[in-house]
C-alpha cells in the first residue's frame, strides 16, 4: 500500500445521467451535460509507457492509466460506467480493483477517451 503523501492528484469519478439525448433518442456519452460528479477522491497516478503498453497482453492493452485511491465505500461502489476526470481529460473506466480485497486501496484501470 501507498504512502498517503502518494495521493496527491485530485480526480473527480463521474456517472452517467441521461438528461440529453441526440435526435436519435439516445444518451450522448460526449455531451458534457450528461455526466455528473459522483465522487472526488485523491489518486497516485501511473501512466503505461509505450513500450509497456504494447507488450502487455490483449486484456490489459487498452489499459493507458491506473489511478490508486484508498478505499472507502462510496469508492468500492463505482462501475465501469463511470469514468475519471483528470485534469480536464476523461478516462474510460475498465476495472476497479479492490487490492488483496483488504479495503484499503483500490486500483482503478483506465483508458483515456480521445
Known sequence: MRCSADYDKSI???EL???AK???GEVDRFDPANWAEYCRE???LVSRGGR???K???ASAEISHIFYCQWNSTLAAATTAMRVEFEGDRYEIV???DINGDHREIE????REV
Open 95 to 97: 476495472s476497479l480493483i
Open 12 to 14: 473527480a469519478i463521474e
Open 108 to 111: 482503478i484501470q483506465t483508458k
Open 22 to 24: 441526440d435526435e436519435f
Open 17 to 19: 445521467r441521461a438528461t
Open 56 to 58: 502487455a497482453d490483449h
Open 52 to 54: 509497456e503498453f504494447w
Open 42 to 44: 485523491f489518486a497516485d
